[in-house]
C-alpha cells in the first residue's frame, strides 16, 4: 500500500515536472545491441507481449555488443494530458525507413503518419495492414514504441522554437529555396496512453538493426518447404469435386501447385464464419484432404473471426466477446484464453486433425465503417483500439500454436498483422491490386518483420497478367488468387508458356528461397530485402520542385525520388518486376559487379542500367560471386525424404562460399538444430580454371535432400 503510494506520488512529481522540461529515457540493456526505457505506466496489453515472441539468445549474441546509437541526452519523453511524447533526434543527411506497410513511399522522413490498422486506402498516411510502429534510420540503428494504440508519427517535420539546429529562414517573396517542410531535427511521437516502452536497435547498418529487431521478436518465420511452391485460390462457391478438377488442370498443363485455397463457400456461413464445413459441396471433408494430399497438394482454408449467431459455438462465445458485432457476427475477446480455447476446439477438431495445412484469416484490418467501433468495449477490458491493432497478431499467434501442437508448421495469408509478429509464418495480401505499389510493399516489408505477396487475380491484358505473373513468382508466396473470377494461370492463351515458365522458374530456385528463408529465422535477415537494406547501395534522394502557380497547392511537399520498384530476393538476387506497358526499365546496382541471371554476363558495377528484356522475362541480376543453388523444374516442392539433382551456378569473377540450407521441411526439429547445410565454394585453380566444391554436413537423422550436384559457372561459359 505504502509502496504503490509512493509511486504515485512518484508519477505525479514525474508528469508535473515534465511539464515544463522533456525528461531524458532511461535505457536499460535488455539484449545485446538492445535497449529499452519505460515511460510512466505502460498499458497491460502491448505489441510485442501479444505476438509473444522469445528472444534468440544465441543470435543475438553472434551479432554482438554496439554502443548506444543515439545522443542519449536527444531522446526524451514527457506526459502531458494522459499521454506520452517523446522525441528523438534526427540528423541532417539521415533517411528514415518503416513504419509500417505503405504502399507508395519508402522513405518516411518530413511524413506524418498516424499507424492505425486498416485497409490500405491509397495514401500513406499509416493506415494500412501493418501498421508496425518501428523506424529504421539509414544510419544504422532502429526505433520501436511497444504500444498497441493509435500512434501518430511526426517523422522529421516539427521545428521547435528552441532546436539547436534551427532550419535556415527563408522569404518566399524572394528565395526559390523556400519550402513547406523547413529542416527538422526531430522525430516526434504521441502515445495516447499514460505510459509505453520504447526499445532501440543498434547496428553497422539498416540491415544490421533489423536483423536485432527481427531475433529479438523470435527470428523470422521459416515455411514449411510446400509453402514455397505455387498457391492457387478457388472461385468462392467452389465443391470438392471442382477443387480436384482444378488440380488436375493443373497437372495437366505441367503448370506447378502445392496448396490450394478454399474461399468462403467452403463454411456453411460467411460473413460471419460457421467454420464449418459446407457438406453439399465438401461431403468428406477428411477424405477429401486426405485426397488432396495423395495428390501432393495441401489445403488452405479462408475465413474472418468473426462468429455467425447460427454456429453451435453462439452461447458459449457470447459472454466472452465484445459489445459490437461484425456483420452480425461475435467478435471474441481474444486475448482471454477461454475464447481462444472455444476456437482451438473446433479448429483442431473440423481442420487441423483432418490435415488442412493453414488459413486465409481475412478482414482483421477492418475498415472503419464495418469493423467494431472505437466505443466498443471487451470482457477483458482492452480497448477497441487496442483490439483494432492486434487482432490479426492474436490470430496469427493462436492459430500457429495449433498447428505447432500437432508437430507441423504452417504457412498462411493473413490481413492485418504488427510489430513483433516476425516468427508468425502468415504473409499480409489485400484487395488493393496496383501492380506498382504491390512491389513498394515489398520494399517496405523488409523493415518492419513482415511478409507480403504482390498477390494475381485478374487482369486487362495478357501484357499485364504475365507482368503480375512474373513479380508473384519472385514474393514471399507465388499466389493467383482466383476466388472471383475463376482465372487459371493459363487464362491468357498467349502469354502460357511465358507464365509457366516464370513458375517453374520458381520451382527450380526452390533450394534458393529456402536458405533464404532460413536466413530470417537464425539471422533476422528478411527474405525480400529492400535496396536501402542493402550494402553497396548509395541513392540520393532528390526532391523535385515546382514553380508556384495559381492551380497547385503551394504547400504541397515536394516529390521525391524513392527506389521501391526493384529489391533484393536473399543475398544475391536482384529482381527488377516489369509492369505493363513497360518495355524498358531503369535498374540501381549497389557497388560491385552485377550479372545477367539468365545469361550470366556482365551487365555493371554501381551503375544505373537499362533493362529490356522482352516479354519473357523478368530482370534478374546476380551479385559479383553469387550462386545460385537450383532443382529441375518439379510441380511440386520436394515432398521430405526425396532426393533431387542439384545445380549450383556460379556468377561473376569473384571466388566465394556459400551455404545451401535443408531440413525436414515440415517439422520444428530445425529449431533444435536438426538441419543441415551444405558449404559450396567456387574457386579458381592454378590455371585459372573454375572448381567447385561442396562439403555436406552430417547430421544424424537427416537425409541429404540433394544428389548428382553439379556445377555451372555461368559467367566463364559466357567467354
Ligand atoms: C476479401 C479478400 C479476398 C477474398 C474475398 C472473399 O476480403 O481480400 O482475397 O478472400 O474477401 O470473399
Known sequence: MKTTFIFFLCCIFWASSSQAQPVPLKWEPVAPGIWKATIGQPDKVDLLGTAGGSPRQEALQKLGERTFPLQPAGCNAEIRDGKVYLRFPLQEEEQLFGLGLQFKTVNRRGQVLNLHMDHYGGNDNGRSHAPVPFYVSSKGYGVLVNSARYITVYAGTGVRVNSEHPPKVYDRNKDADWSAQPYSDVVEMLVPATGTEVYVFAGNSPMEAVQRYNLFNGGGALPPKWGLGFTHRMPTLSTADQVKAEAGAFKEHGFP?????????????????????????????????????????????????????????????????????????????????????????????????????????????GFDDWLWPDVASFPSG???????????????????????EKGVRTYGLVRASNAGASSFPYVIYNDYYNHRDFITAMCNSSFIGVLWTPEVRASKTA????????????????????????????????????????????MQLFPYLYTTFSQYYLEGKPPVRAMNLVEGFSFQQQSEKTALDGTNNPYQLALRADVKDQFMLGDDLLVAPMFAGETERKVIL????????????????????????????????????????????????PAPGEQLALELRHYGEAESTSLVYDDDGESYGYEQGKYMQYRVAAKKDKHGKWQGQVVTENKPGLKPAYKDIKWRFMTQEQK
Open 463 to 506: 501484357e499485364e497478367w504475365l507482368r503480375r505473373m512474373q513479380s508473384a513468382c519472385f514474393s514471399p508466396m507465388a499466389m493467383l488468387n482466383a476466388w472471383a473470377d475463376g482465372t487459371k494461370p493459363w487464362s491468357f492463351p498467349e502469354v502460357e508458356k511465358q507464365v509457366k515458365d516464370v513458375a517453374l522458374l520458381r
Open 590 to 637: 549497389p557497388r560491385g559487379k552485377w550479372y545477367d541471371f539468365y545469361t550470366g554476363e556482365y551487365v555493371g558495377s554501381g551503375d544505373v542500367i537499362i533493362a529490356k528484356p522482352g516479354l519473357d522475362k523478368i530482370p534478374l541480376y546476380v551479385k559479383d560471386g553469387g550462386i545460385i543453388p537450383m532443382i529441375p523444374p518439379v510441380l511440386h516442392t
Open 257 to 365: 501447385l502445392d496448396f490450394i485455397g478454399l474461399e468462403p463457400g467452403w463454411q456453411t456461413k460467411a460473413y460471419p464464419c460457421s467454420f464449418e464445413w459446407d457438406k453439399t459441396r465438401f461431403p468428406d471433408p477428411a477424405g477429401f484432404v486426405k485426397e488432396m494430399q495423395a495428390k501432393g497438394i495441401r489445403l488452405n482454408l479462408w475465413l474472418n473471426p468473426y462468429l455467425s449467431p447460427a454456429s453451435s459455438l453462439y452461447e458459449s462465445a457470447k459472454p466472452l466477446s465484445g459489445s459490437h458485432t461484425v456483420w452480425n457476427g461475435l467478435v471474441p475477446d481474444l486475448t482471454m484464453q477461454p475464447a481462444q480455447n472455444l476456437y482451438k476446439q473446433l479448429f483442431k477438431k473440423q481442420h487441423i486433425d483432418i490435415g488442412v495445412s493453414g488459413y486465409k484469416i481475412d478482414e482483421v484490418d
Open 382 to 404: 482492452t480497448s477497441a483500439e487496442q483490439m483494432r491493432q492486434l487482432y490479426g497478431v492474436m490470430m496469427q499467434r493462436a492459430t500457429t500454436a495449433w498447428f505447432r
